[in-house]
């Protein structure tokens, strides 16, 4: 009998895929926690400045400002966080395990911050004028330093999702080799910094609703507005450390969204553009907001904040997840949950050399008893699940996905030989660097194949179910299709 | 699927990078943080209720007041619910990995229902909030405005539903396939609901009225030291505490009487002792309450919290023992791989206690002698000492954070 491996079922959404799901999911939560963290450092800068200047004013600020947070970061935040793990456990249930496992402790000390943070933001906006100002102040800065290690907690488990940076890790499978790994400080920097510019932009809303013509207004909002442009130049300076300490995988994806000038990758732009204009537009924004606070606009600022979401964090994260491909933790674990190396400190086995010689069918926990065997009649449902189970956590399979469709990355063609070659070749030998190695025996290519090209083809549809129509398409034979699809497969968003 | 390959099934989806500490300190963990998650879940849902039956009966004397009261109340009780929720739900998927993941992959529909719906409920009872906060203008409040807060309760009581199917799913390993796969073809849509079981769910709902019942006991306790709270007002809410809490008992009585007879009869429930200790615990909460003068003494108010504690303890350890019998015929070994870390161990433990502990110490604190001030509230020597220590407590914990940091990343490097 096959060796079992403990791959899950699979939950599949047509056209967005699994992915968009969390990365939308994901983006709402980056947005509200990342304020959270940033707001807390403005509130103690500000109070700090309220109880030495003798300014109560500033509180009024801090407490409209809490409120907002209250119903912005504290429902949303706090809903999309643990949202985020849902999302992830119905998209990666293994990828989540994998980090639960490793670190467990390090979520379990983060809940202790969490928790305190809740507290402490209720108490820090319910408490402002009814307690005696030093003591309030107390109570910031603790809520200061449970938000900042709420991120400091979490950065060092998104950052060995990137890679643990050395060997070391591998070999002896200890938390803090993993949690301190090469890409931490550097990306601990960049997110430090542009939450800065997240509570700043988010802030300038509430400065825009003080009455014009109150010098709080510009007291206030100079504050906010130097807080924010010191986040956007230090975010931008700690992206170049970031972009240090990135894998050669992601290096490789990078050189399509990166100019040369950014260190040693050449010029293509995909993501900088779009990325380089939001910056700059914030930064404008901000400087405007410290030359003439006076002439601030609710709507502009609530326009900002939809801005630094759609065209700032949106697009920010999904490179970052991209950057990862094809792994989804540690460099060991590839995004379809399938183990693609040895990690001897913790006894883990690399498991496409078992699929290679089994097949996925014969392994993974969850295939009916029927599908297990490829006939020529469940050819196409076999060739399905294993579009399902390999591919679509990072392709939509339908024809016009969003989600770098497989149809059009193979050209639309019905050759199943050609697809096959494919798999057989490039796929295979994992030679395509930021695609998984993904080595099927002959027949469960075959039947990937056949069932990919019967999609190109639109005889069946990415659901499996057969479309009744007119003879496929002639299939491309052409030497020109033949080498458009021997080509490297370019990644798109 | 017969028991063995269910077994083997079970073995294989536990995460091969096994247990980072021993498999009981996890289940100790999980037991103790779902009892403080319950009794915020309990305290949201059972003041949500009251706030709207309250804001119904507005013109009546006290009423109006209770319901803004509770209002706040849920609000707040809401938050800790959710992130009380992370640390047994990060407990569960370490040693029940196999079947929190599987049974949320087979629903995952749900599962993101669950999130978006979470965040609109919470939305809406906060708009209520908004409506409903301020006692001097309760009773001008349009009629119409209770269906806000109906709607928010609606949607927190299914999510509650969507919870209770994910956990229960889980107890199934055997029917798993079956529901994923159900004519030998994959359903991949996660819309199913496979399984759920009423009479279990509805205990846990209705002991949110036995919570809230306690709850206003020491509600109406902690408020007499205030000059500025009537006391007709405390006594409507000491009798309104009572009244609930009996409800509340007899409620969980019902339904816990129906979820026992309709457990399996292999687990011979009536004979296992944690069952009569439950069952003595809930008919104690109403005999306890049932005692209680109006004008109680504090000791005596805040114990109807505590024994309401005790209970949801035990609920939770009854909870767990459930599952551990559901499980046993598969064989889950929850310990099957371990490969502790103590440093981590004592990292965790030296942060809860350490770093939560001051923090809640000096906040609780702080609140609760706040609380009893009427005006500005400056603190005194303790309080200010807790917050000295609470600061200090913290700043230590970063500078300790980045000094380890330092070491493990030359370390890294090093390598």
Request: aromatic share 14%; hydrophobic share 55%; glycine share 8%.
């Amino acid at each position: 009998m096959s060796e079992l491996l403990g791959i899950y079922p699979t939950w599949y959404v047509p056209q967005i895929g699994t992915a968009w799901v969390m990365g939308i999911i994901g983006t709402i939560h980056v947005l509200a926690s990342n304020t959270s963290v940033g707001a807390a450092i403005l509130f103690a800068l500000l109070e700090s400045r309220s109880v030495r200047e003798n300014k109560p004013e500033i509180m009024q600020y801090i407490k409209k400002y809490g409120m907002f947070l209250l119903v912005f970061s504290y429902i949303w935040g706090s809903v999309t966080g643990p949202g985020i793990w849902y999302s992830v456990t119905v998209a990666s249930p293994r990828g989540i395990s994998a980090l639960i496992h490793n670190f467990v402790w390090v979520w379990a000390t983060e809940w202790v911050f969490f928790t305190v943070e809740v507290i402490g933001v209720y108490a820090l906006v319910y408490t402002i004028g009814k307690i005696d100002p030093k003591t309030h102040l107390k109570i910031t800065w603790t809520f200061v330093v449970s938000s900042v290690a709420t991120l400091v907690l979490i950065v060092g488990i998104l950052s060995f999702m990137m890679w643990p940076g050395s060997d070391r890790w591998y070999l002896t499978g200890s938390v803090f080799d993993a949690f301190y790994n090469l890409n931490f400080a550097a990306q601990l920097a960049d997110r430090g910094f542009l939450m800065l510019t997240s509570a700043a932009v988010v802030g300038s809303i509430i400065v825009a609703a003080i009455p014009k013509g109150d010098p709080l207004r510009k007291d206030v909002g100079q504050t906010v507005a130097k807080l924010g442009l010191t986040g956007l130049i230090g975010g931008a300076l700690a992206f170049m450390w970031y972009v240090a300490t990135l894998p050669p995988n992601a290096l490789v994806i990078l050189k399509d969204r990166l100019p040369h000038w950014f260190g040693y990758i050449d010029f293509r732009v995909t993501t900088f553009i779009p990325l380089a204009v939001t910056s700059l537009l914030i930064g404008a924004y901000l400087l405007w907001v410290y030359l003439k606070p006076q002439t601030l606009r609710v709507p502009l600022a609530v326009g900002m904040v939809a801005i630094l979401l759609i065209a700032g964090i949106w697009p920010e994260e999904r490179t970052r997840e991209s950057l990862r491909k094809p792994w989804v933790a540690g460099q060991y674990m590839y995004s379809n949950q399938i183990i693609g190396r040895d990690v001897p400190g913790l006894g883990i086995q690399d498991e496409v050399p078992i699929i290679a010689k089994d097949g996925l069918l014969k392994t993974a926990a969850f295939v009916p008893a029927d599908l297990r065997v490829i006939t020529p009649q469940n050819q196409l449902e076999a060739g399905r699940l294993l579009a399902v189970m390999a591919c679509a956590n990072c392709h939509s399979i339908n024809r016009d996905g969003p989600l770098r469709p497989l149809p059009q990355l193979l050209h639309g063609t019905t050759d199943v030989a050609m697809i096959q070659g494919f798999l057989a070749g490039p796929l295979a030998h994992g030679s395509v660097p930021y695609m998984p190695k993904i080595d099927l025996p002959g027949n469960e290519q075959s039947a990937l194949a056949t069932f990919l090209a019967a999609v190109n083809a639109g005889t069946v549809d990415a659901e499996g179910h057969l479309i009744a129509r007119a003879p496929a398409a002639t299939p491309q034979r052409t030497a020109v299709a033949q080498a458009a699809a021997a080509q490297t497969i370019k990644t798109k968003d | 699927m017969d028991h063995t390959s269910v077994s083997a099934m079970l073995h294989a989806l536990q995460d091969p990078a096994g247990l980072p500490a021993p498999a009981w300190l996890f289940q100790y963990l999980n037991v103790l943080t779902w009892a403080f998650h319950i009794a915020f879940v309990n305290l949201a849902l059972g003041t949500a209720l009251l706030a709207i039956i309250a804001f119904m009966r507005r013109h009546q004397p006290g009423w109006a007041q209770l319901s803004v009261a509770m209002t706040g109340v849920a609000k707040v009780a809401v938050s800790m619910a959710i992130v009380l929720g992370v640390a047994p739900l990060l407990f569960t998927q370490t040693i029940y990995d196999p079947s929190w993941y599987t049974s949320n992959v087979l629903s995952a529909f749900w599962v993101i229902f669950f999130i978006f719906s979470l965040g609109i409920g919470y939305t809406l009872w906060f708009v209520f909030y908004f409506k409903n906060h301020d006692v001097t203008h309760a009773t001008e409040a349009k009629d119409t405005t209770v269906w806000w807060a109906t709607a928010a309760l609606c949607i927190l009581v299914f999510d509650g539903f969507i919870m209770h199917v994910l956990s229960y799913q889980g107890l199934f390993p055997q029917k798993w396939m079956q529901w994923y796969a159900p004519q030998g073809i994959p359903v991949m849509n996660g819309m199913g609901i496979h399984a759920f079981e009423l009479p279990r769910f509805a205990f846990f709902m209705v002991m949110s009225l036995t919570m809230t019942g306690v709850f206003l006991l020491g509600y109406a306790r902690y408020f007499r030291a205030r000059t500025d709270v009537s006391a007709d007002y405390l006594d409507l809410a000491h009798r309104i505490g009572v009244k609930t809490t009996y409800w509340g008992v007899a409620l969980q009585l019902v339904s816990g009487a129906l979820w026992a007879y309709g457990l399996p009869s292999a687990m011979h429930v009536f004979a296992q002792p944690l069952f009569w200790l439950t069952a003595l615990l809930i008919v104690g909460v109403a005999l306890y309450a049932r005692q209680m003068p109006v004008r109680s003494s504090a000791p005596q108010a805040y114990a109807a919290m505590a024994f309401y504690a005790l209970l949801a303890l035990i609920v939770s350890v009854d909870r767990e023992a459930l599952r551990v019998a559901y499980l046993a015929p598969f064989h889950y070994d929850l310990a099957s791989k371990p490969h502790f870390e103590w440093g981590a161990v004592v990292w965790f433990f030296a942060t809860f206690v350490g770093v939560g502990g001051s923090l809640i110490a000096f906040y609780s604190t702080m609140l609760w002698k706040a609380g009893k001030v009427k005006g500005l509230y400056t603190a005194d020597r303790t309080v200010s000492r807790l917050g000295d220590t609470a600061v200090w407590v913290n700043f230590t914990w970063l500078a300790v954070f980045f000094a380890i940091g330092v070491w493990a990343y030359v370390r890294n490097i090093a390598a």
